[in-house]
């Protein structure tokens, strides 16, 4: 089996069938103490909202570094932009009844939409192995969660215990966790040069 050619389906296997962990506690568990013993650590010098901080920064370098190396984001923004333009010209041909302009256009629309299915595979193709690392992150977090009582002031919605609801359904500390890597990767994608759709 060629690893370069499926790598990125081996990882998207692996990384869903650590998904489906979540459901069976035996292994949830099991992976919550296999990772407990490379955070815990942390806990016995950081309070837990930093633990949560410092494990997001680590999320968003390493999902930084994989989209940079594996997206072609140049690629990416020419497909964008010729895709807006085509779709300017075909609603134009379509608004003056141009027949003969509307099917010539019709035919280069298979290809346009081959090029924007390609690059939306390229963009998917990364989440594998950012899955991998993420979900024992969240294991852990799910595993040492029960004996966490810390708490945090959000704005607006004032101090609330990292287990307890912040936002509808929303646990406190996943909140904690969102709002950190989206500062962070936004830092870190600034500081990577890398760039966005």
Known sequence: MDLKKHGGTIALILAM???????????????????DVLFRPLLNVF?????????????????????????DYE????VQARAKEFQKEFREAQLSEDEKKIKKMEARRDKMMQEQLEVSR?????????????IPIFLWLLYVMPGIQTTIVFPYLGEKTLTESALSFIPAWILWYMLCS???????RKSMNIGGL
Do not use: H
Request: glycine fraction near 4%.
């Open 17 to 35: 069938m650590l998904m489906m962990s979540y459901v069976i506690e035996p292994v949830r568990v099991g992976i919550g103490m296999t990772m």
């Open 47 to 71: 309070p837990f909202f930093i633990v949560i901080a410092i494990l997001s920064t680590l999320t968003g370098l390493y999902s930084s570094i994989i989209q940079k190396y594996t997206i």
């Open 75 to 78: 690629r990416a923004q020419e």
């Open 122 to 134: 390229e963009q998917f193709k990364p989440m594998s192995y950012i899955l991998l690392v993420s």
């Open 182 to 188: 989206l500062a962070i990767s936004q830092i870190i």
